[in-house]
């Protein structure tokens, strides 16, 4: 019990200076309606435009806005104040802070998120019973769910369990789990595959988590890999990836937020400072060759080595396991599917950026919608796969049927955590916490110019944690930094990719990320189990990025400040192997 209370006594510490610091913007600010401190949300009544919605401006006897023709709720302007006393203020991360701690603490990931959501009702509406039960149910799960992106991607993974129950009961995972044993014969070697796939799979973080694990766990699993570090090369491949690829959804994210059409350009020219994504790839590869593990991950190496046990306590994908068949099937059972599924879903996100309507590949891969086109992608490969173990006679047709509910069962526990995930962020968005961020970086940041980079890298990382999205962390943060900078600023490339970095970092420790549910959902591995044992390999990285940035804003010069953050990082690694080397030896 002392051990538990040492533990949480740092977090309340932090969280503590956190609402502090944080607070002084709020106490500052002046006129609500001002842009600093703003309490004005859009009118829900009209949809921001002002209009009367009852006759749209054709009924000068309406009723409803006196033959005005302006919407008597926000007499025309297009905003009203929030409800909420708690808009725009620290108490809006609080929802997040509380769903993540009690998942550390206890857990529990299930109930954490909801009493999160749960906090974030009660703000929204004053702590008023019917207010809180209509804006967790109705706003928040219900229309989480209801949301066209969201169910493009709830549909993906359903089809993707599908589809790894059908390689599973095929045969397919087993014969390539026989084959890359006699090629791959140490734990290294398996270790480091992982990563070189999830550095090939590059185009989507969603499609690259669930594709490396379903290719990757026979083998990682033959060398006594447990289901958390596969987890973990997983995780760490996906938007680290994706966030220094040019040709890939995120690409495009950032080429959509960044301003005057030149994000595609700004995104290239920040790969070098991007130092998170590239020291986290550095990482992996050297705890390999290293040998290193430390913190929860050493135990679960430990069991998986010496007790066979890759999970170290509750695998909530055990169901799937069952009809796995070891006695026939090849390895194009695997890779057939797999390799129709890369193909399909590159085929889907063209055809959402309007490739077959005329425009180029890459402009349609910039425009594409990941939803649209991982959702059609893995419909059709479905389709093709199931005619394909129906030529091959793998299985009777009944069986595969069978294995559509099966794969749905299986990614329950993925499908109910992302539906917690967004519904918490749609709590943190209904109070404000994106202008209370933006707020604190105006008012703050900006006043040490050299630091700036280390602090948005900083700030990107609480934000993306608290709200478990990168994506919309970097598109607030980037048209900040391009209007406290000029383009022609050096700090200003700097900045962006501190932007970036930090949106990634945050995802990747968060527990309520759709990415890291993802990867757990992709290694089949227990989600706290996942989060409590990457979390000390992405602080460590983390940490040493954030010095790297310190330099960076002094020296902002790629081809200097790159080489000192490899140094830093490899000097790192190998004081920590020594270290625990003779922990190991002691």
Request: with cysteine; charged share 15%; proline share 4%.
């Amino acid at each position: 019990m002392r051990r538990n209370r040492k533990r949480l006594l740092p977090l309340l510490v932090v969280l503590v200076l956190l609402a502090a610091a944080l607070t002084t913007t709020t106490l500052a600010a002046g006129d609500p309606t001002e842009e600093p401190g703003t309490k004005v949300i859009e009118c829900a009544d009209c949809g921001g435009t002002g209009l009367c919605m009852t006759c749209y401006g054709q009924d000068p006897d309406c009723e409803d806005c006196g033959g005005t023709f302006l919407c008597p709720s926000c007499e025309g302007t297009g905003y009203v104040e929030s409800p909420s006393h708690f808009y725009n203020s620290f108490w809006a991360l609080l929802p997040p802070i509380i769903a993540i701690a009690l998942a550390l603490i206890t857990k529990e990931v299930y109930s954490s998120l909801f009493i999160g959501i749960l906090v974030g009702g009660l703000l929204y509406s004053n702590f008023s019973f019917e207010g809180t039960v209509l804006h967790v149910f109705q706003d928040g799960i219900v229309g989480s769910v209801a949301d066209s992106y969201n169910m493009g991607i709830l549909i993906f993974l359903v089809i993707l369990g599908a589809m790894v129950c059908l390689m599973n009961r095929a045969g397919g995972s087993a014969a390539f789990g026989r084959w890359a044993q006699t090629r791959i014969k140490s734990r290294v070697g398996a270790q480091l595959a992982t990563v070189i796939l999830g550095c090939l799979i590059f185009i989507d973080d969603y499609f690259n988590c669930l594709t490396v694990g379903s290719v990757m766990r026979p083998v990682t699993d033959k060398h006594k890999i447990s289901r958390a570090k596969l987890a973990y090369l997983i995780d760490a491949t996906a938007a680290p990836i994706c966030i220094i690829a040019p040709v890939s959804s995120w690409a495009a994210a950032v080429a959509g937020f960044a301003e005057d059409g030149q994000g595609l350009n700004l995104f290239i020219r920040a790969i070098p400072f991007n130092f998170y994504a590239l020291l986290t790839i550095l990482t992996m590869v050297g705890l390999a060759l290293l040998k290193i593990d430390f913190g929860p991950m050493a135990r679960h190496e430990r069991n998986a080595m010496e007790k066979d046990d890759l999970f170290s306590g509750k695998n909530p994908y055990a169901m799937m396991e069952e009809d796995a068949d070891e006695s026939h099937g090849k390895v194009i059972d695997l890779v057939f599917p797999i390799l129709t599924l890369v193909v399909c879903c590159i085929i889907g996100m063209i055809y959402s950026g309007g490739f077959f309507d005329g425009a180029g590949f890459v402009e349609a891969f910039s425009n594409s919608d990941a939803s649209v086109g991982l959702m059609l992608g893995s419909a059709f490969a479905l389709v093709i796969t199931i005619i394909y173990y129906a030529i091959r006679r793998s299985m009777s047709f009944s069986s595969m049927m069978s294995c559509l509910p099966e794969g749905f069962k299986a990614m329950v526990p993925a499908i109910l955590i992302l539906t917690f995930a967004w519904s918490l962020k749609t709590m943190t968005d209904s109070l404000g916490a994106k202008l209370f961020v933006r707020d604190f970086v105006y008012n703050n940041a900006a006043s040490v110019q050299m630091f700036l980079p280390a602090i948005v890298f900083l700030i990107g990382c609480l934000l993306a944690f608290a709200t478990g999205t990168s994506w919309g962390t970097f598109g607030m943060l980037i048209p900040i930094v391009q209007s406290v900078f000029p383009m022609d600023n050096p700090l200003s490339i700097v900045c962006i990719s501190a932007c970036m970095a930090g949106a990634v970092c945050g995802d990747h420790c968060s527990p309520i990320s759709d990415t890291t549910i993802m990867a757990s959902a992709g290694a089949q591995c227990d989600h706290v189990s996942h989060v409590s044992t990457q979390l000390p390999y992405a602080i460590t990285v983390a940490a040493v990025s954030f010095v790297s940035y310190i330099i960076a804003g002094f020296v902002p010069n790629a081809l200097i400040a790159l080489p000192i953050a490899v140094v830093l990082m490899l000097l790192t690694l190998f004081f920590m192997h020594k270290v625990f080397s003779k922990r190991a030896a002691a």
